[in-house]
C-alpha cells in the first residue's frame, strides 16, 4: 500500500504509521534507504536539495580524469527503488514542539524519527568585486564549474593563476589537479598552494610530507608555509606571513584570479540553527548511539555530528561506517529495542589523489605513494558507488 505523498500532503504523518525523516542524501543515510526494508512498519522520506557528489572522485574530476557524472548518483532512483520519497528541498530549521521540518519551500513535514546528515561546509573571507573568483572545495559542483571554467581559459590560451588555501589533504589534492587539468588539456597554469603550517600536511610522517614536497615541485606548484590569508583583493588574495614579528607589515598579495578555499570542513550554519545542542566548531552534538543529546527521537550523522568525547577527523569514511549503527537504531527506535553505540575506529585509511595517475596512502605512521596507491583508492570508489547507483 503507498501512502501519502509529502509533496501534496498537509505534511503530517500518516495516520497509524509513523515517518522517518532523513535530511541530506549524505553517506549514512545512502545505507539507510538501500537497507529500507528493514524499517518496512515507516514512511521514509528524504530532503535534499540535490544529487551526491562523492568526494572521493572530486579532485579526480577536477584534474580531468574523471567525468562529472562519474563523480554523482541520483538519490531519486535508489528512493525509487526502495520505497522511499524524495524531496528536493533544504532543510530550514526544526520546529521540536509541533515535530516538524521546516523546509525552504515553506513546507512543514512532520516526522516520528528525524535523522539529520547534512554534510559541511568551508569558512572563508567574504568575496570582493572587483576581486578573484572566489571557491570553495564543497560543495564539490563547485570543482566541476572550476574545472570549467578553467578549461575554456586554456582553451583561449590564458595561463590561469590559482590560489589554493589550505595545505590538508583537500588543498593538496587540488593544487596537484589543478597542475594535472593544465597538463592534460596542455595548457599552462600558476598554482600557488598557501598554508598557515610549518609544512604542507603537517601530520603525515616526515617521509611522507618530503616525498610530497618534491612532486609539488615537480608539479610547478609554489608553496607558501606559516601564511593565513586574510581577505580577497582586486588581483589576488591578500595574506599575512606568520613569521613577520608583530607590528611589522606582514602583509602581501598572491596575484590570482581564482582563490580555492580548502582550510577545513566545517558544520553546516544550518545544524547550529535547529535549537540542537551543538560542540562548538564541531557540530550537533550526539551520544554514541547517534541520538542528539537533546532528543532522542533525533540522529545526526557524518561531518554535521560530533561525539563529546572524541573529534573525528571529517572523512566520509567515518560517515560510511555511521550508517549501519544509524540503521540499526532507527530500526530500535521504531521496534522499541534497545540501541547500540557506534565506536569509531582509531585511525581511518586516507588515500589522496595527487593527479598524474599518482596517489599517497596514509594511515598513522604508515604511508605508501604511487600508481597503485591511486588504484587501490579507484577501486574502492568504484565499490562504494556501485553499490548506491540505481
Ligand atoms: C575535495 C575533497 C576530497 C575529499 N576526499 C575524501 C576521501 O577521499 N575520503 C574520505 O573519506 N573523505 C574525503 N573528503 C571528506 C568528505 O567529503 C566528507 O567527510 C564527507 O563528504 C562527509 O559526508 P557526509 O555524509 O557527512 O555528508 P555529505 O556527503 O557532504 O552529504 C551531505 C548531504 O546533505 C545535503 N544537505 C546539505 N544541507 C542541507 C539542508 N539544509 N537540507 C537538506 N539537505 C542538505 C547535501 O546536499 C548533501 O547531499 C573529502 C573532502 C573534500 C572537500
Known sequence: MRYADPMNSPGSPPPGRPRILLVGAG????????????????????VDPGGFWYSGLATGMLGGRVAPAEDRLDPRRLCRRHDATLLRARLDGVDLTTREACLDDGRRLGFSLLSLNLGSQVDHPPARRPGPRVWTVKPIPQLANLRRQLERAFDRGETPRV?????????????????????????????????????????????????????????????????????HAPGGLMVSDETVPMGEDSL?????????????????????????????????????????????????????????????????????????VLLDNLAARLYGRGLRDFVPQRQALAILDLGQGLGLALRGRHWWAGRGALRWKRWLDARFLRRYRG
Do not use: M
Open 163 to 231: 590560489a589554493v588555501v589550505g595545505g590538508g589533504p583537500s588543498g593538496v589534492e587540488v593544487a596537484c589537479n589543478l597542475a594535472a587539468l593544465a597538463q592534460r588539456r596542455s595548457g599552462e597554469i600558476e598554482v600557488t598552494l598557501v598554508t598557515r603550517g610549518a609544512s604542507v600536511l603537517g601530520e603525515a610522517p616526515p617521509r611522507a610530507q618530503r616525498w610530497l614536497a618534491r612532486h609539488l615541485g615537480r608539479l610547478g606548484v609554489r608553496v607558501k608555509t606559516e601564511t593565513r590569508a586574510v581577505g
Open 27 to 46: 553517506h549514512a543515510h545512502l545505507h539507510v534507504i538501500r537497507h529500507r526494508h528493514r524499517l518496512a512498519s515507516a514512511e521514509l522520506v528524504v
Open 252 to 324: 602581501d598579495l598572491v596575484i590570482a584570479e581564482h582563490v580555492v578555499h580548502a582550510s577545513g570542513l566545517q558544520p553546516p550554519a544550518v545544524a547550529e540553527a535547529l535549537g540542537l545542542p551543538c560542540i562548538e566548531a564541531r557540530g550537533l552534538a550526539i551520544h554514541a548511539t547517534l541520538q542528539s543529546t537533546g532528543d532522542a527521537d533525533i540522529f545526526a550523522v557524518g561531518d554535521c555530528a560530533a561525539l563529546p568525547g572524541r573529534a573525528l577527523p571529517r572523512q566520509g569514511v567515518y560517515g560510511v561506517r555511521q550508517g549501519p
